[in-house]
């Protein structure tokens, strides 16, 4: 089926099955031709018409996501108490607060008090083994709060952009609250 704003573009004339195809960069913004072989109308467009909501996916946030060491991420301000949030957990070196896009009827946030350097999992050093193991602690520990423990949740760190890692301070996500399908991607 095509969306509203997608039909306007196809000609009265076309009115055959539509395939829609993203142009690359360098094409007009939406484009539509008859494909007389496969008697249907190719429909090009850009990605962002084919949007049905104004925001981003995941994937092109971890896409356009910066990994900068010296730049305070949201996490940092949540930290220093510049944004709320919602804490479900805090001690001196960790803080667990809801997610404000849940995946799940419970989906929580754990992440270091001190990012030192802990941008990715995959950036950690030998220095980072206690906090690291405080985090798989603390996640354990708000599952349990949670009720996570009875049937089960999934941890997850997403690691760079392949891994949909939208802000660069570590964090696991705690997501449970139902059955969760498998694979996650």
């Not at 196809?10 to 690359?24: E, G, K, N, S, Y």
Request: with cysteine.
């Amino acid at each position: 089926m095509i969306a509203p704003r997608l039909r306007r573009l196809v000609p009265a004339f076309h009115r055959v099955p539509t395939c829609i195809v993203l142009c690359p960069k360098n094409r007009p913004f939406a484009t539509s031709w008859l494909d007389p072989f496969a008697q249907r109308t190719v429909l090009c467009v850009r990605r962002p018409i084919i949007r049905s909501s104004g925001s981003m996916s995941e994937v092109d946030k971890a896409q356009t996501a910066a990994e900068e060491e010296a730049a305070p991420t949201i996490f940092d301000k949540i930290i220093a108490g510049e944004i709320p949030c919602t804490k479900v957990y805090e001690d001196d070196e960790a803080l667990a607060f809801r997610d404000i896009s849940p995946q799940g009827p419970v989906h929580v946030l754990v992440i270091p008090k001190q990012r030192a350097g802990l941008t990715r999992l995959t950036k950690a050093t030998p220095e980072h083994k206690a906090i690291l193991g405080h985090l798989m602690f603390v996640a354990a520990e708000v599952a349990r709060q949670e009720g996570l423990d009875g049937d089960g949740c999934r941890f997850v760190v997403n690691d760079g952009k392949h891994g949909c890692q939208t802000v660069y301070h570590l964090h696991v996500h705690v997501i449970g609250g139902k059955q969760l399908g498998w694979p996650p991607g």
